[in-house]
Structures are given as structure tokens and as C-alpha cells.
Nanobody, 114 residues
Framework: QVQLVESGGGSVQPGGSLRLSCKAS????????MGWHRQAPGKQRDSVAT???????IYPNSVQGRFTISRDIAKNTIYLQMNDLKFEDTAVYYC????????WGQGIQVTVSA
């Protein structure tokens, strides 16, 4: 079992920045994939950033160049730095970890509004 606890969400104006954190209950260097997904009302949950245990990083086109995922192995924490936020980035953001199965955090709200 892996417990994931997110923090750092909130409200921001368009063009602003937020940094999300996700602390894992285990050594994240042993987790094959970690990342962030988001789900807006009425939409499916989609990946916005993924990092492997070899530090390979994957982003969809919608956030490429604006979002950056990183790991702090000493703190068992991953981060999502989100810059130049847009209205369409509004969603609940979920931390994800995959070893032999997928684990999810409880989700955290990010709202981009004027």
C-alpha cells in the first residue's frame, strides 16, 4: 500500500503560478511511475505530468512548457510546478503512483479565475 497526500492547491488568476506537492508513505525511488492527473467537472481524468524512477518525464501538449514535474527522493515527495495557468487548468488534481497497481491521492482543487 502507498498513501499519497497532496497539498498546495488553491485559487489563482490567469497567468499565475501554483506548486502542488505530493508526499508518499514509502521510498519514492522504488515507485516505477509517479505523476499528476486532473479531472474537471464532467470530464475524464487525464494525465498532466508523469515521472519515472529513472527520471523520465512525460507531459501532454496541453501543459508542455508550462508545467514541470520533479522529485525530491529525500523527502519522498513529488512536485508539480504550474506556470502561466489558464482557465482550462481548473480541475481537481490527483497524485498518482504506480508500482504493480495504481494508487491515488485524495485530490486537491486548483481554480483559475479572474
Amino acid at each position: 500500500q502507498v498513501q499519497l497526500v497532496e497539498s498546495g492547491g488553491g485559487s489563482v488568476q490567469p497567468g499565475g503560478s501554483l506548486r502542488l506537492s505530493c508526499k508518499a508513505s514509502t521510498n519514492i525511488s522504488s515507485i516505477t511511475w509517479m505523476g499528476w492527473h486532473r479531472q474537471a467537472p464532467g470530464k475524464q481524468r487525464d494525465s498532466v505530468a508523469t515521472v519515472s524512477n529513472h527520471d523520465v518525464k512525460i507531459y501532454p501538449n496541453s501543459v508542455q512548457g508550462r508545467f514541470t514535474i520533479s522529485r525530491d527522493i529525500a523527502k519522498n515527495t513529488i512536485y508539480l510546478q504550474m506556470n502561466d495557468l489558464k482557465f482550462e487548468d481548473t480541475a481537481v488534481y490527483y497524485c498518482m503512483a504506480w508500482i504493480s497497481e495504481t494508487y491515488w491521492g485524495q485530490g486537491i482543487q486548483v481554480t483559475v479565475s479572474a
